[in-house]
């Protein structure tokens, strides 16, 4: 069988959706692997690297797309004035990061094609999907990083410090969310010597962020788990959101970084900061808004920009987990080889199992009914 990996054509994207250190497991499971040249570079990954490992690189898309059977990419297919990725689509399997609510175009482009179709971001949250689970992995990054940077935006030290010339008093950090990405931020901020604060409206994230020595903040009201059976935050009520807006007010007044994390599956962002809650941040403080791309957090976000309201910035960072595309691409990749041997029978793939929950539930478009 034909793996095809191209290069990613979208801006701010430095990631490769196969890397090198796992093409002898592709291999032992029946793929022979072909690279479209260069497609590593960004992540520092060679056309040697590649070709090390037993992949084939390939200059020529008509080539390298010719009689695939996969095509894994990071992102979804681009159509451009060079290359229309669409047409070069044709009986065979994409699996790719393609969120169809928002990119609604590219999705209605794909359903004509004949090629199937799995959505990564699909991937149920069940025990025995963890390993193959790429939002995880890629936000785990992004908490990471998000930290990263808010210290390098933020005019101040991180940590406590005693000087003979005086005392330097620790950033006090807010993170918005628990969730994988706001769990790490919280574990970063904390390594870089911050004191660390975290709201979530889940109830089950307590006892994980007090783990990484953080401090809990939630609304008091009845009992509510505020998470959905998969896992995720949901809508709260009128009467909860009025409370937790007075909450986070009062908290993010005495705060000088805040990472937002939230986000409800299928839907904008929610706006958890007003504009009225950044006027009363002190001056010099940071915002990083990591749901920037699904609307932001913040009233004041705008993705892929640094907006400065009253001397306080707030972040909508583009494509974090791309701005560590080493790593990043390493996870994605061991993700979907795992995705790929869940399939496998004696260590070989044939075909998906299509009575399997995993598959069931990442493939979104099943135009493609027999293999070639």
């Not at 451009?80 to 969120?99: G, P, S």
């Not at 628990?178 to 409206?201: M, N």
């Not at 509510?224 to 709260?236: C, I, L, V």
């Given at each position: 069988m034909k793996l095809v990996v191209p290069a990613e054509l979208y801006e701010n994207e430095s990631r490769v959706s196969i890397t090198p250190d796992i093409i002898p497991s592709l291999t032992k499971m029946g793929f022979k692997v072909f690279v479209q040249s260069n497609a590593g570079l960004g992540s520092s990954y060679t056309d040697d690297d590649y070709k090390k490992s037993g992949a084939t690189i390939s200059s020529k898309l008509t080539d390298l797309y010719s009689k695939a059977d996969l095509v894994i990419k990071?992102?979804?297919?681009?159509?451009?004035?060079?290359?229309?990725?669409?047409?070069?689509?044709?009986?065979?399997?994409?699996?790719?990061?393609?969120?169809?609510?928002?990119?609604?175009?590219?999705?209605?482009?794909?359903?004509?094609?004949?090629?199937?179709?799995?959505?990564?971001?699909?991937?149920?949250?069940?025990?025995?999907?963890?390993?193959?689970?790429?939002?995880?992995?890629?936000?785990?990054?992004?908490?990471?990083?998000?930290?990263?940077?808010?210290?390098?935006?933020?005019?101040?030290?991180?940590?406590?410090?005693?000087?003979?010339?005086?005392?330097?008093?620790?950033?006090?950090?807010?993170?918005?969310?628990?969730?994988?990405?706001?769990?790490?931020?919280?574990?970063?901020?904390?390594?870089?010597?911050?004191?660390?604060?975290?709201?979530?409206?889940?109830?089950?994230?307590?006892?994980?962020?007090?783990?990484?020595?953080?401090?809990?903040?939630?609304?008091?009201?009845?009992?509510?788990?505020?998470?959905?059976?998969?896992?995720?935050?949901?809508?709260?009520?009128?009467?909860?959101?009025?409370?937790q807006a007075k909450l986070l007010e009062d908290s993010i007044a005495k705060t000088d970084i805040v990472i937002t994390t939230a986000l409800i599956p299928g839907k904008p962002a929610p706006k958890l900061i007003t504009k009225k809650m950044v006027e009363l941040m002190k001056v010099g403080s940071v915002i990083i808004d990591l749901a920037s791309e699904f609307g932001g957090n913040c009233e004041l976000t705008k993705h892929g920009e640094i907006v400065n309201h009253k001397s306080k910035r707030i972040v909508g960072p583009k494509n974090l987990p791309s701005t560590v595309s080493q790593d990043s691409s390493r996870l994605f990749a061991k993700n979907v080889i795992n995705f790929l041997m869940n399939s496998c029978e004696s260590g070989k793939f044939a075909d998906f199992n299509w009575d399997d929950e995993v598959v069931k539930e990442t493939c979104v478009i099943h135009n493609l009914k027999k293999r070639k």
């Open positions: 990071v992102q979804r297919p681009s159509k451009q004035k060079k290359t229309d990725e669409f047409k070069l689509l044709n009986n065979c399997t994409l699996i790719t990061l393609l969120y169809e609510q928002k990119f609604k175009n590219e999705f209605s482009s794909l359903k004509k094609l004949n090629i199937n179709v799995f959505a990564l971001e699909k991937m149920p949250r069940i025990s025995r999907a963890q390993s193959m689970d790429v939002l995880s992995s890629q936000s785990n990054l992004s908490g990471y990083k998000a930290v990263i940077d808010a210290a390098s935006l933020f005019n101040k030290a991180f940590p406590l410090m005693m000087t003979s010339a005086g005392t330097v008093a620790p950033a006090k950090v807010l993170v918005i969310g628990a969730g994988v990405a706001g769990l790490q931020a919280i574990a970063t901020a904390k390594r870089l010597g911050a004191v660390v604060s975290s709201f979530d409206v889940r109830a089950s994230t307590k006892e994980q962020v007090e783990s990484l020595g953080a401090k809990f903040i939630q609304v008091e009201e009845k009992p509510d788990s505020g998470e959905t059976a998969a896992g995720y935050a949901k809508e709260m009520s009128a009467s909860y959101k009025k409370k």
